[in-house]
């Protein structure tokens, strides 16, 4: 038998067979873009974890051994008291009927209840064993000796604006009070608010540090005023609205909010005041508690106007002076709703006045602050 002869795949073989070989390369390319794809994502997966790692984690401050007072200059102990008594620190982190600033006040916030530190000189339970270093670092980043993160009900995003000179005068002072061996309760927040990581994207989002440069259009009494108000003194923490994050809303500064459960009027042209505050009248009332226009100090004010008695004049008439200031030139004529406001306030605050006049209680009207 002769063997058939091959016969030849011609044109049309050829077309049938290229139209595969396409196909093929098709899926290859399309096989390594998908690669590159996931690559790409794994990647950007592995830089947001390294960069979320170095956010939260913050390393421990070696522990100290406890200064003794003797250490400390009597002048700078003597001007950290001052702003001690300017940052109201015994208040918040002194229980009712506890040991001055041994904690465990509770300090109700809408997440939870959050309990205050002991910041006695216990090395223990305290922060005995903190370096200045350390000490530094709670107040300008919100973190503790062993890096975990604060919470911001301790005001760090003012305290960040201290100066070191300051911080370390407020150190001082801290550092030499009676120590009190006392562990605060646990924060009872509920979740996600009780994971303390996610302050670090807290911070991240809102925390604007330090420091804040002087206005040379201003005066010095202005400038100093600024700087107490807006770093030692937080009045934005009571005085300014918050978001649903817990931070101040910054383009609503001193435009009013809520301390303690009590309304924190506003502080700017928007107050409920129907008379302007002047500088002199500020300075009474921070001072005394009382202004004869105005009224008189109740809920958190009346322990604020307590400390400030014993603080030099001119850091009261600064810190009078600056808020003055953000009045913007507003006039005595009230709106209707502000005189109304002001009005229905005044009949509650006399209601209580008159309750309490014959019970020996205290009885105002919760929410009001009657510093109009």
């Known amino acids: 038998m002769?063997?058939?002869?091959?016969?030849?795949?011609?044109?049309?073989g050829c077309l049938r067979v290229r139209p595969r070989r396409e196909k093929q390369a098709g899926g290859l390319v399309e096989t390594m873009t998908v690669r590159k794809i996931v690559s790409a994502i794994l990647v950007i997966v592995v830089v947001c974890i390294v960069v979320g790692a170095l956010l939260v984690w913050k390393p421990q401050i070696d522990p100290v051994e406890r200064a003794k007072a003797s250490a400390f200059n009597s002048g700078l102990v003597a001007k950290g008291a001052e702003l001690a008594a300017i940052g109201n620190c015994a208040v918040c982190h002194t229980a009712p009927g506890g040991k001055s600033y041994a904690g465990s006040r509770p300090l109700p916030t809408p997440f939870g209840t959050i309990y205050s530190s002991n910041i006695t000189p216990d090395s223990e339970t305290?922060?005995?064993?903190?370096?200045?270093e350390a000490f530094r670092r709670a107040l300008r980043d919100g973190i503790d000796r062993k890096g975990r993160h604060l919470y911001p009900a301790f005001p760090y995003d003012h305290f960040t604006y201290l100066t070191d000179d300051d911080i370390r005068a407020l150190f001082a002072f801290i550092i030499t009070?009676?120590?009190?061996h006392s562990v605060p309760p646990a924060n009872k927040l509920s979740f996600?608010?009780?994971?303390?990581?996610l302050l670090a994207g807290w911070k991240l989002l809102f925390l604007q540090r330090g420091p804040r440069n002087d206005d040379a259009t201003k005066s010095a009494e202005w400038n100093r005023g600024l700087y107490l108000v807006e770093s030692a003194a937080h009045c934005g923490a009571c005085h300014t609205p918050r978001n649903f994050m817990g931070a101040e809303i910054k383009s609503r500064t001193f435009a009013g909010g809520v301390s303690e459960g009590w309304d924190a009027p506003a502080l700017n042209s928007s107050s409920p005041a129907p008379k302007v505050w002047t500088a002199d009248q500020l300075f009474t009332y921070l001072r005394t508690g009382w202004q004869a226009q105005h009224g008189g100090a109740a809920g958190p004010?009346?322990?604020?106007?307590?400390?400030?008695?014993?603080?030099?004049?001119?850091d009261i008439r600064a810190i009078a002076a600056y808020i003055a200031s953000l009045s913007n030139g507003r006039q005595d004529k009230p709106s209707p709703s502000r005189q109304a406001d002001a009005t229905s306030t005044a009949a509650a605050i006399y209601a209580g006045a008159a309750v309490s006049a014959t019970t020996n209680q205290r009885v105002l009207?919760?929410?009001?602050?009657?510093?109009?």
Do not use: Q
């Open 126 to 132: 305290g922060i005995g064993n903190w370096s200045e």
């Open 192 to 197: 996600p608010y009780n994971i303390r990581s």
């Open 301 to 314: 004010m009346e322990s604020v106007t307590e400390n400030l008695f014993g603080v030099s004049e001119n």
């Open 177 to 180: 009070r009676e120590p009190a």
């Open 2 to 12: 002769h063997p058939k002869p091959l016969e030849p795949i011609g044109f049309r």
């Open 365 to 372: 009207p919760r929410r009001v602050c009657p510093c109009y």
